[in-house]
Protein backbone atom coordinates (compact mmCIF):
# COMPACT_ATOMS: atom_id res chain seq x y z
CA UNK A 1 0.00 0.00 0.00
CA UNK A 2 2.71 2.26 0.55
CA UNK A 3 4.02 2.27 -3.07
CA UNK A 4 0.35 2.88 -4.15
CA UNK A 5 -0.23 6.04 -2.04
CA UNK A 6 3.03 7.80 -3.03
CA UNK A 7 0.92 8.35 -6.42
CA UNK A 8 -1.60 10.77 -6.57
CA UNK A 9 -3.98 10.05 -9.49
CA UNK A 10 -3.46 6.02 -8.38
CA UNK A 11 -5.16 7.30 -4.96
CA UNK A 12 -7.29 9.86 -6.48
CA UNK A 13 -8.94 6.33 -8.00
CA UNK A 14 -8.79 4.20 -5.30
CA UNK A 15 -10.00 6.25 -2.66
CA UNK A 16 -13.26 7.01 -4.34
CA UNK A 17 -13.66 3.44 -5.18
CA UNK A 18 -17.41 2.86 -3.84
CA UNK A 19 -15.45 -0.72 -2.35
CA UNK A 20 -11.76 -0.21 -1.93
CA UNK A 21 -11.88 3.30 -0.37
CA UNK A 22 -12.36 1.95 2.88
CA UNK A 23 -9.45 0.66 3.38
CA UNK A 24 -7.52 3.70 3.12
CA UNK A 25 -9.80 4.87 5.71
CA UNK A 26 -7.69 1.92 8.27
CA UNK A 27 -4.83 3.34 10.42
CA UNK A 28 -1.39 2.18 9.01
CA UNK A 29 0.02 -1.22 11.31
CA UNK A 30 3.49 -1.59 10.37
CA UNK A 31 2.49 -5.48 12.07
CA UNK A 32 -0.17 -7.02 11.57
CA UNK A 33 -1.68 -8.33 14.44
CA UNK A 34 -2.72 -11.83 13.72
CA UNK A 35 -3.49 -13.73 17.17
CA UNK A 36 -6.59 -12.37 17.42
CA UNK A 37 -8.06 -14.27 14.61
CA UNK A 38 -5.84 -17.46 15.23
CA UNK A 39 -7.65 -17.66 18.07
CA UNK A 40 -11.02 -17.34 16.42
CA UNK A 41 -10.29 -20.20 14.05
CA UNK A 42 -8.81 -22.05 16.46
CA UNK A 43 -12.81 -22.11 17.79
CA UNK A 44 -14.22 -22.95 14.30
CA UNK A 45 -16.83 -25.27 14.73
CA UNK A 46 -17.23 -28.10 12.61
CA UNK A 47 -20.57 -28.01 10.31
CA UNK A 48 -21.79 -28.90 7.43
CA UNK A 49 -23.02 -25.78 5.99
CA UNK A 50 -20.73 -24.52 2.91
CA UNK A 51 -21.55 -21.07 2.50
CA UNK A 52 -21.41 -20.42 6.47
CA UNK A 53 -18.55 -20.68 9.32
CA UNK A 54 -19.23 -20.83 12.95
CA UNK A 55 -16.97 -20.03 16.22
CA UNK A 56 -17.33 -21.01 19.54
CA UNK A 57 -16.17 -18.44 22.21
CA UNK A 58 -17.31 -18.48 25.50
CA UNK A 59 -19.33 -21.10 24.75
CA UNK A 60 -21.33 -18.11 22.52
CA UNK A 61 -21.47 -19.20 19.08
CA UNK A 62 -20.71 -16.40 16.72
CA UNK A 63 -21.78 -16.73 12.82
CA UNK A 64 -19.45 -15.49 9.90
CA UNK A 65 -21.62 -15.61 6.72
CA UNK A 66 -21.92 -13.21 4.13
CA UNK A 67 -24.24 -10.77 5.99
CA UNK A 68 -21.46 -10.28 8.62
CA UNK A 69 -18.43 -9.83 5.96
CA UNK A 70 -20.66 -7.89 4.40
CA UNK A 71 -21.43 -5.69 7.36
CA UNK A 72 -17.98 -5.53 9.01
CA UNK A 73 -15.95 -4.19 5.38
CA UNK A 74 -18.95 -2.69 3.24
CA UNK A 75 -17.79 -4.74 0.04
CA UNK A 76 -20.41 -5.41 -2.35
CA UNK A 77 -21.94 -8.94 -2.03
CA UNK A 78 -24.32 -9.14 -4.95
CA UNK A 79 -24.52 -12.51 -7.14
CA UNK A 80 -22.12 -12.50 -10.27
CA UNK A 81 -22.08 -14.13 -13.82
CA UNK A 82 -20.85 -17.50 -13.91
CA UNK A 83 -18.54 -16.49 -16.33
CA UNK A 84 -17.04 -14.34 -14.16
CA UNK A 85 -13.50 -15.61 -14.54
CA UNK A 86 -13.62 -14.92 -18.63
CA UNK A 87 -13.60 -10.96 -17.28
CA UNK A 88 -11.54 -8.74 -18.81
CA UNK A 89 -8.27 -10.41 -20.76
CA UNK A 90 -5.27 -10.49 -20.79
CA UNK A 91 -4.22 -8.06 -22.92
CA UNK A 92 -2.59 -5.33 -20.60
CA UNK A 93 -0.37 -8.21 -18.49
CA UNK A 94 1.01 -9.94 -22.28
CA UNK A 95 2.28 -6.25 -23.34
CA UNK A 96 3.81 -5.54 -19.88
CA UNK A 97 4.67 -8.72 -18.43
CA UNK A 98 4.82 -11.16 -21.69
CA UNK A 99 8.09 -13.47 -21.31
CA UNK A 100 7.22 -14.38 -17.74
CA UNK A 101 5.74 -17.84 -17.00
CA UNK A 102 4.35 -16.37 -13.86
CA UNK A 103 3.86 -13.01 -12.71
CA UNK A 104 4.38 -12.19 -8.61
CA UNK A 105 3.49 -9.31 -6.99
CA UNK A 106 7.43 -8.47 -6.29
CA UNK A 107 6.88 -8.49 -10.72
CA UNK A 108 3.83 -5.98 -10.80
CA UNK A 109 5.61 -3.88 -7.60
CA UNK A 110 8.75 -3.58 -9.49
CA UNK A 111 7.10 -2.20 -13.00
CA UNK A 112 4.87 -0.10 -11.09
CA UNK A 113 7.91 1.59 -9.72
CA UNK A 114 9.31 1.93 -13.57
CA UNK A 115 6.59 3.96 -14.55
CA UNK A 116 7.45 7.70 -13.75
CA UNK A 117 4.20 8.99 -15.53
CA UNK A 118 1.04 8.95 -14.63
CA UNK A 119 -1.02 7.29 -16.99
CA UNK A 120 -4.30 4.77 -17.67
CA UNK A 121 -1.68 1.60 -17.51
CA UNK A 122 -0.37 2.97 -14.48
CA UNK A 123 -3.08 2.98 -13.03
CA UNK A 124 -4.44 -0.66 -14.12
CA UNK A 125 -1.02 -1.75 -12.41
CA UNK A 126 -1.60 0.02 -9.28
CA UNK A 127 -5.20 -1.65 -9.43
CA UNK A 128 -3.31 -4.58 -10.01
CA UNK A 129 -0.99 -4.69 -7.14
CA UNK A 130 -3.76 -3.34 -4.49
CA UNK A 131 -5.78 -6.79 -5.72
CA UNK A 132 -2.91 -8.84 -5.99
CA UNK A 133 -1.78 -7.98 -2.57
CA UNK A 134 -4.94 -7.31 -0.61
CA UNK A 135 -7.85 -8.52 -2.07
CA UNK A 136 -6.28 -11.58 -2.84
CA UNK A 137 -2.71 -11.63 -0.92
CA UNK A 138 -0.66 -14.47 -0.26
CA UNK A 139 1.91 -14.68 2.45
CA UNK A 140 4.83 -14.01 0.46
CA UNK A 141 5.35 -11.55 -2.92
CA UNK A 142 6.87 -14.18 -4.96
CA UNK A 143 3.87 -16.38 -5.35
CA UNK A 144 2.19 -15.90 -8.31
CA UNK A 145 -0.54 -13.48 -9.11
CA UNK A 146 -3.92 -15.41 -9.82
CA UNK A 147 -5.47 -15.62 -13.72
CA UNK A 148 -8.79 -13.70 -12.57
CA UNK A 149 -6.82 -10.79 -11.05
CA UNK A 150 -4.73 -10.41 -14.04
CA UNK A 151 -7.86 -10.52 -16.18
CA UNK A 152 -10.19 -8.27 -14.74
CA UNK A 153 -7.79 -5.10 -14.28
CA UNK A 154 -8.09 -4.87 -18.37
CA UNK A 155 -11.47 -3.46 -17.74
CA UNK A 156 -11.24 -0.83 -15.07
CA UNK A 157 -15.18 0.10 -15.61
CA UNK A 158 -15.74 -3.55 -14.20
CA UNK A 159 -12.80 -3.33 -11.15
CA UNK A 160 -15.57 -0.77 -9.90
CA UNK A 161 -18.75 -2.75 -10.11
CA UNK A 162 -17.37 -6.24 -9.11
CA UNK A 163 -18.91 -8.25 -6.05
CA UNK A 164 -15.42 -8.20 -4.09
CA UNK A 165 -17.41 -9.21 -1.12
CA UNK A 166 -18.33 -12.35 -2.80
CA UNK A 167 -15.35 -13.14 -4.19
CA UNK A 168 -13.49 -12.75 -0.86
CA UNK A 169 -16.21 -14.43 1.21
CA UNK A 170 -16.09 -17.42 -1.02
CA UNK A 171 -12.26 -17.50 -0.62
CA UNK A 172 -11.85 -17.05 3.53
CA UNK A 173 -14.74 -19.51 3.60
CA UNK A 174 -12.90 -22.31 1.43
CA UNK A 175 -9.82 -20.85 2.91
CA UNK A 176 -11.38 -21.68 6.74
CA UNK A 177 -12.16 -25.22 5.84
CA UNK A 178 -9.23 -25.91 4.33
CA UNK A 179 -7.28 -24.67 7.37
CA UNK A 180 -9.10 -26.59 9.79
CA UNK A 181 -8.61 -29.83 8.03
CA UNK A 182 -4.75 -29.13 7.69
CA UNK A 183 -5.01 -28.59 11.46
CA UNK A 184 -6.79 -31.19 13.13
CA UNK A 185 -7.66 -29.37 16.46
CA UNK A 186 -3.43 -28.16 16.88
CA UNK A 187 -1.78 -25.41 16.76
CA UNK A 188 1.06 -25.60 13.84
CA UNK A 189 3.55 -22.93 13.91
CA UNK A 190 4.88 -22.68 10.02
CA UNK A 191 0.77 -22.25 9.25
CA UNK A 192 -0.35 -19.24 7.27
CA UNK A 193 -3.65 -18.44 6.08
CA UNK A 194 -4.06 -16.43 3.16
CA UNK A 195 -6.20 -14.02 1.10
CA UNK A 196 -8.64 -11.58 2.46
CA UNK A 197 -8.08 -11.27 6.07
CA UNK A 198 -8.87 -8.38 7.35
CA UNK A 199 -12.69 -9.10 8.71
CA UNK A 200 -11.85 -11.67 10.52
CA UNK A 201 -8.79 -9.63 12.49
CA UNK A 202 -12.20 -7.29 13.04
CA UNK A 203 -14.26 -9.73 13.81
CA UNK A 204 -12.43 -11.06 16.87
CA UNK A 205 -12.55 -7.78 18.94
CA UNK A 206 -16.43 -7.19 18.20
Known amino acids: MDVIKKLKEEVKWLTSHPQFRHFFHMPDEQYLKLQGMWMLLMRTISTEEEDVAWFGVNGVPIRYSMKEHALIYGLDCHEYSRKY ?26 KLWSMKTSCNDRLKMAVLLFLGRVIRGHAKDSRPVGPFILRIVEDLDV ?16 NIKHMMELLKGEVHPACCFPGFIIPLEIKHTI
Do not use: Q
Open 85 to 110: LKLGSTKFVDYYFGGLKKITITDVEH
Open 159 to 174: CRTFSWGRLTFEDAIK
